[in-house]
Protein backbone atom coordinates (compact mmCIF):
# COMPACT_ATOMS: atom_id res chain seq x y z
CA UNK A 1 0.00 0.00 0.00
CA UNK A 2 1.22 3.61 -0.63
CA UNK A 3 0.09 6.74 0.57
CA UNK A 4 -0.37 9.65 -1.09
CA UNK A 5 -0.87 13.08 0.18
CA UNK A 6 -0.79 16.21 -1.46
CA UNK A 7 0.03 19.84 -0.70
CA UNK A 8 0.24 23.51 -1.95
CA UNK A 9 -2.84 24.46 -3.38
CA UNK A 10 -4.81 27.88 -3.01
CA UNK A 11 -6.58 30.83 -4.56
CA UNK A 12 -4.34 32.62 -6.69
CA UNK A 13 -5.13 35.51 -9.43
CA UNK A 14 -4.88 34.36 -13.21
CA UNK A 15 -1.71 34.79 -14.39
CA UNK A 16 -0.09 33.68 -11.46
CA UNK A 17 1.71 30.08 -9.97
CA UNK A 18 1.42 27.81 -7.69
CA UNK A 19 3.13 24.57 -6.66
CA UNK A 20 1.63 21.44 -6.01
CA UNK A 21 3.27 18.79 -3.76
CA UNK A 22 2.80 14.93 -3.19
CA UNK A 23 4.27 13.14 -1.07
CA UNK A 24 4.77 9.29 -0.83
CA UNK A 25 4.77 7.15 1.87
CA UNK A 26 7.02 4.82 0.07
CA UNK A 27 8.94 4.64 -2.73
CA UNK A 28 8.33 0.72 -4.72
CA UNK A 29 7.70 -0.13 -8.12
CA UNK A 30 3.89 0.79 -7.98
CA UNK A 31 5.78 4.67 -7.58
CA UNK A 32 7.92 4.08 -10.90
CA UNK A 33 4.48 5.93 -12.29
CA UNK A 34 3.00 8.65 -10.68
CA UNK A 35 0.89 11.91 -11.81
CA UNK A 36 -1.59 14.36 -11.72
CA UNK A 37 -5.40 14.56 -12.54
CA UNK A 38 -7.90 17.40 -11.94
CA UNK A 39 -11.39 17.41 -11.18
CA UNK A 40 -13.76 20.74 -11.97
CA UNK A 41 -17.25 20.78 -10.79
CA UNK A 42 -19.80 19.10 -12.99
CA UNK A 43 -17.01 17.54 -15.22
CA UNK A 44 -15.01 14.16 -15.00
CA UNK A 45 -12.00 13.73 -13.36
CA UNK A 46 -9.17 14.79 -16.45
CA UNK A 47 -5.41 14.10 -16.87
CA UNK A 48 -2.92 16.39 -16.41
CA UNK A 49 0.91 15.45 -16.35
CA UNK A 50 2.46 12.03 -15.95
CA UNK A 51 6.52 10.57 -15.67
CA UNK A 52 7.06 7.74 -15.57
CA UNK A 53 10.45 5.80 -14.90
CA UNK A 54 9.98 2.72 -16.90
CA UNK A 55 11.34 2.27 -19.97
CA UNK A 56 13.85 4.85 -19.89
CA UNK A 57 11.48 7.24 -18.38
CA UNK A 58 8.52 9.66 -20.30
CA UNK A 59 6.66 12.92 -19.40
CA UNK A 60 3.09 13.46 -20.55
CA UNK A 61 1.15 16.41 -21.12
CA UNK A 62 -2.53 17.30 -21.23
CA UNK A 63 -2.57 19.58 -24.24
CA UNK A 64 -4.35 22.34 -22.29
CA UNK A 65 -1.34 22.79 -19.69
CA UNK A 66 1.54 22.23 -22.29
CA UNK A 67 4.17 24.87 -21.62
CA UNK A 68 2.24 26.31 -18.55
CA UNK A 69 2.62 23.12 -15.97
CA UNK A 70 5.80 21.24 -15.06
CA UNK A 71 5.76 17.54 -13.65
CA UNK A 72 9.08 16.99 -11.72
CA UNK A 73 10.16 14.64 -9.13
CA UNK A 74 12.90 15.33 -5.62
CA UNK A 75 16.04 12.90 -5.98
CA UNK A 76 14.01 10.68 -3.46
CA UNK A 77 11.38 9.86 -5.95
CA UNK A 78 9.12 10.50 -3.21
CA UNK A 79 7.77 13.56 -4.03
CA UNK A 80 6.01 14.27 -7.01
CA UNK A 81 5.92 18.32 -7.98
CA UNK A 82 3.35 20.36 -10.07
CA UNK A 83 4.65 23.63 -10.56
CA UNK A 84 1.66 25.07 -12.37
CA UNK A 85 2.47 29.11 -14.13
CA UNK A 86 0.35 31.49 -16.45
CA UNK A 87 -2.52 29.73 -14.54
CA UNK A 88 -6.19 30.34 -16.31
CA UNK A 89 -9.87 30.57 -14.21
CA UNK A 90 -10.54 27.50 -16.36
CA UNK A 91 -7.54 25.61 -14.31
CA UNK A 92 -9.52 25.91 -11.04
CA UNK A 93 -10.42 22.20 -9.73
CA UNK A 94 -9.57 19.43 -7.76
CA UNK A 95 -6.20 18.40 -8.18
CA UNK A 96 -5.29 14.79 -7.69
CA UNK A 97 -2.02 13.18 -7.34
CA UNK A 98 -2.28 9.11 -8.45
CA UNK A 99 0.57 6.48 -8.84
CA UNK A 100 0.46 2.89 -9.94
CA UNK A 101 2.32 0.00 -12.31
CA UNK A 102 0.05 -0.57 -14.79
CA UNK A 103 -2.79 1.11 -13.72
CA UNK A 104 -3.44 4.36 -11.34
CA UNK A 105 -4.13 2.25 -8.01
CA UNK A 106 -3.71 4.49 -5.22
CA UNK A 107 -5.05 8.54 -4.89
CA UNK A 108 -4.58 11.33 -2.92
CA UNK A 109 -7.19 13.47 -1.10
CA UNK A 110 -6.70 16.02 -3.53
CA UNK A 111 -5.92 19.53 -2.88
CA UNK A 112 -7.94 22.21 -4.09
CA UNK A 113 -6.72 25.04 -7.02
CA UNK A 114 -8.52 27.95 -7.33
CA UNK A 115 -7.76 30.55 -10.09
CA UNK A 116 -9.61 34.28 -9.90
CA UNK A 117 -10.11 36.10 -12.85
Known amino acids: QVQLVESGGGLVQAGGSLRLSCAAS????????MGWFRQSPGKGREFVAS?????????LYADSVKGRFTISRDNAERTLFLQMDALRPEDTAVYYC?????????WGQGTQVTVSS
Open 98 to 106: AAGLGSWDY
Open 26 to 33: KRTVDTDT
Open 51 to 59: DTRHSGGSI
